[in-house]
């Protein structure tokens, strides 16, 4: 008979074998189902907000291609070339302080000014609906604006109502239902302010110097390619090489958004994936108890002369059509899970309405399930493989001590290969997801171990009195005991728990508890020079305790490092966000507070020499830099050159002022800039910032006040519904855990029917058997909580201090929280099966023994 003749009659005999149903196969097809289902819906919502992104790139954008400046318009030479482009529609982006007419109260906003041509894609959606042009414009010396509707509710507004900005006075006449371009204009911190250019500028609010985004958005008289936009863009970088100016296209409309859509998919897609092999571990139990079902059925088919490899292969052939249903069953759930993404988050992300189906994504999640099922199921069909039908028909089942012949475990080891390199290839940092694969194998090893461990102790143990607590021990390191399946399958998804809510709890505590404390209570931008002694009078007289850090402020963007262009230069992601959009830079002749030389020298005061620059030394160190190389920003549309005098070490957290670069003060003489101030007060109340906050805000209209604690909470907000679908994805591979649990003691019954019974029959009450099994479940768990809170508490402080480089703390109250689920989990499930184990009858069960 040949291999193919071989191959069909496994394939007739396997699903002859079926018809009996799938019981026992439950927790391993919806274990499968679980983590295809994560990989897939993760993926596919990724790619929907992306195909969403680029389908509505105009939109989104504004226009076909986008000119953005930093503290200056465009000359006429600029606007010229911008003219013959196509159609110019120019807008201008700042932050003010928004005040009521009497001056009682005042909020932070976030101004955006256009002219007539706003928008050239799209559609602005005001309420009550009206033209833009009539919302904006100017009637009886009076600009119109349209606001948010939380600047109404946050100072008490209506529809008619008038808010001074700068110097000048608006009327709020709509509220902004809709805004196009919202996306491409980045996060703000506060609410929408609309108004037109000339209203802006008859604020007063643009000064040299002063922090304002002046974007040129063009239309293109035609349909133009990806290539044509790059070819405009590398035009106007070679006619204006100092114009300073990003240049983003239709293509490329919301880069933040996409990059954070991947990482955060990324990070999504790798708890899918612990859900998935977490399930690997159920799979291998139910192939396990399965195959051991079918002794008498494997014996028959060795004693009628069938093969090991034919055994291996009818078995193989169920095993994969099994996974099928939980492969299909999770890939439907996948494709869903864009249309719920859409009805969800189409009215902030533009995730295409209908949903749509992404066969890129589903057919990677498919992978991977195929991939998990037989990672963890080539051992157990292995050993069935070699057993003899001798041992089969004598009731000694599967040993699962020892190693199947070497073809099966050099299978097993090639599919972990290629289920490893598949996740770090499709990852898009992949430094991270070697990390996550490195501690993936490790948390297996240590797993074993640890279940091996326990096993040890409870063999050389004293002997003790208890009755119970001697049965419980010895059903811990018996032959065949569940010890390394229970901690296997729970210690995996307790570990990604604890990882999870120490980096949750680790931010939230940065944020709401110990920035706070080190932070300081105010922000002030753009003062002019002309008011910056006077502003410093009013907030010393305001808060005479209160501690007042003033620095210059400019705007610059990186444009090459050691003269190569930054456009060419391939930077780890920890480094890229240096050379992205524009950095705020100062100058300084002594060393900033919050800062630590930790390589060369400061330059001496009055120092006239060639331009010098102080880079912050982890950034430096991402990207290649050390001491005398040299960094080109622009600034104001001029190219500026300087060597890399000195390395600081900066205390990003303090929250205090802090620049990556810091030039020697001969760099930018004579250029305009504004002054960039920081209050720190402990003793300051609610009371206390609220009126400093109005008398800075009546005296200085132009200069934006940042309340510290105001921008935390909205940041807090964020980070909390992150933290929903971050949880959601732990709950995942908690769920997988516990189904892998219940599988394992569910398999691990029949033999405790065996030894409930016996001991029944020789005295034992039923008390006694559920304190035995109660504390070798309490023990079981509590072993595995341990490895959970070593492993987890690691794994969460490499991301929280490494990756996030912020101070790690240990939390105990997720170490309590950890060690009562773990108890609940085993002892709870164990206990509910044990009980169905202790209502056996003694004669049947006898009888067969």
């Not at 057919?363 to 991939?371: D, E, M, Q, R």
């Not at 990672?375 to 040993?399: K, Q």
């Not at 504390?775 to 402080?797: K, M, Q, S």
């Amino acid at each position: 008979m040949g291999a193919l003749d071989t191959l069909r009659l496994a394939v007739r005999f396997s699903l002859r074998e079926m018809r009996g149903g799938l019981s026992g196969f439950l927790i391993f097809i919806t274990c499968i189902a679980l983590g295809v289902a994560a990989i897939g819906g993760i993926n596919s919502v990724a790619r929907a907000i992306t195909v969403g992104v680029e389908s509505q790139g105009r939109e989104l954008l504004g226009g076909d291609i986008r000119f953005q400046l930093i503290h200056r318009e465009v000359d006429e030479r600029e606007r010229a070339f911008l003219d013959e482009l196509g159609t110019v529609a120019q807008s201008a982006n700042m932050r003010s302080m928004a005040r009521l007419a009497d001056g009682s109260d005042q909020t932070l906003v976030e101004v955006k000014a256009v002219d007539g041509l706003y928008p050239l894609y799209g559609a602005f959606v005001a309420e009550p609906a009206m033209p833009l042009d009539e919302i904006l414009a100017e009637t009886d010396g009076i600009h119109g604006a349209a606001a948010a509707d939380i600047l109404f509710d946050r100072l008490g507004l209506s529809i008619g109502d008038r808010v001074s900005l700068g110097n000048a006075e608006f009327e709020l006449r709509a509220q902004v239902v809709s805004e196009p371009d919202a996306i491409s204009d980045g996060f703000g911190l506060a609410p929408r302010l609309l108004v037109s250019l000339d209203g802006l500028r008859a604020s007063g609010l643009i000064q040299p110097g002063s922090l304002v985004e002046h974007a040129y958005k063009v239309k293109l008289p035609e349909p133009t390619s990806e290539g044509a936009l790059r070819q405009i863009a590398e035009r106007a970088t070679e006619a204006f090489p100092e114009a300073g100016w990003s240049i983003r296209s239709r293509t490329n409309a919301a880069p933040a958004l996409s990059s954070n859509v991947e990482r955060f998919s990324q990070f999504l897609t790798l708890v899918g994936l612990t859900a998935l092999v977490v399930g690997g571990v159920g799979v291998a139990n139910a192939v396990r108890a399965y195959l051991d079902s079918k002794r008498g059925v494997i014996a028959t088919f060795k004693s009628l002369g069938a093969s090991g490899r034919f055994v291996f292969t009818v078995y193989l052939v169920q095993i994969l059509a099994i996974a099928g249903i939980g492969i299909a069953v999770g890939l439907v759930l996948g494709a869903l899970m864009p249309l719920a993404a859409s009805a969800m988050l189409s009215s902030v992300l533009p995730v295409p309405a209908a949903g749509g189906l992404y066969p890129g994504a589903l057919a990677l999640a498919a992978l991977f399930g195929v991939l998990v099922t037989l990672a963890f199921a080539l051992l157990p069909l292995g050993r069935a493989r070699d057993v003899p039908a001798t041992a089969l028909f004598r009731e000694m089942g599967f040993d699962p001590r020892g190693l199947p012949r070497l073809v099966y475990v050099v299978a097993t080891l090639a599919v972990a290969v290629v289920l490893a390199a598949l996740a770090v290839w499709t990852s898009t940092d992949r430094r991270i997801a070697i990390i996550f694969v490195g501690a993936a194998i490790v948390a297996f090893l240590v797993l074993r171990l640890v279940a091996s461990l326990v096993q040890w102790l409870a063999r050389h143990s004293p002997r003790v009195r208890s009755t119970a607590l001697r049965l419980a021990i010895g059903n811990i390191h018996r032959p065949g005991a569940l010890t390394p399946s229970v901690v296997l399958s729970l210690g995996l998804g307790l570990t990604l728990l604890v990882s999870l809510a120490l980096i949750d709890g680790n931010l939230r505590r940065q944020i709401a508890g110990n920035l706070p404390e080190q932070a300081p209570n105010f922000f002030f931008v753009d003062i002019q020079s002309g008011d910056v002694d006077a502003f410093a009078d009013l907030v010393q007289a305001e808060s005479p305790e209160g501690k007042l850090i003033r620095v210059p402020m400019l705007r610059g963007r990186v444009m090459a490092l050691n003269d190569v262009d930054v456009r060419e230069l391939q930077v780890p992601p920890e480094g890229a966000w240096v050379l992205r959009g524009d950095r705020g830079i100062t100058y300084a002749r002594n060393v900033p507070e919050n800062s630590t030389l930790t390589a060369g020298e400061w330059w001496p005061d009055g120092y006239e020499g060639e331009p010098l620059v102080s880079f912050a030394a982890q950034e430096a160190g991402e990207l290649g830099l050390k001491l005398g190389d040299t960094v080109t920003v622009n600034v104001l549309g001029r190219n500026i050159t300087a060597r890399i005098a000195n390395l600081r070490e900066v205390q990003w957290e303090s929250l205090g002022i802090n620049f990556v670069m810091v030039f020697s003060p001969n760099t930018f003489a004579g250029a305009p800039h504004s002054w960039l101030a920081t209050l720190a007060d402990e003793q300051a109340t609610s009371a206390d910032e609220a009126r400093l906050l109005n008398a800075v805000t009546r005296a200085f209209p132009g200069v934006t006040s940042v309340r510290v604690k105001d921008a935390l909470e909205i940041v807090n907000t964020i980070v909390a519904q992150l933290a929903v679908a971050i949880r959601a994805a732990a709950a995942i591979a908690l769920v997988a855990s516990v189904l892998v649990l219940s599988g394992a003691l569910a398999a691990g019954n029949r033999a405790r029917v065996h030894d409930a019974v016996v001991l029944k029959t020789l005295g034992a009450t039923r008390r006694t058997l559920i304190q035995a099994f109660s504390l070798e479940y309490t023990i079981i768990g509590l072993a595995t909580a341990l490895f959970a809170l070593l492993a987890g508490g690691a794994a969460a402080w490499f991301v929280v201090s490494r990756i996030m480089t912020l101070p790690s703390a240990f939390l105990p109250e997720v170490a309590v929280s950890t060690v009562v689920i773990a108890l609940v989990l085993t002892v709870g499930f164990g206990l509910i099966g044990t009980w169905r184990v202790l209502g056996h009858k003694a004669a049947p069960v006898l009888r067969n023994l």
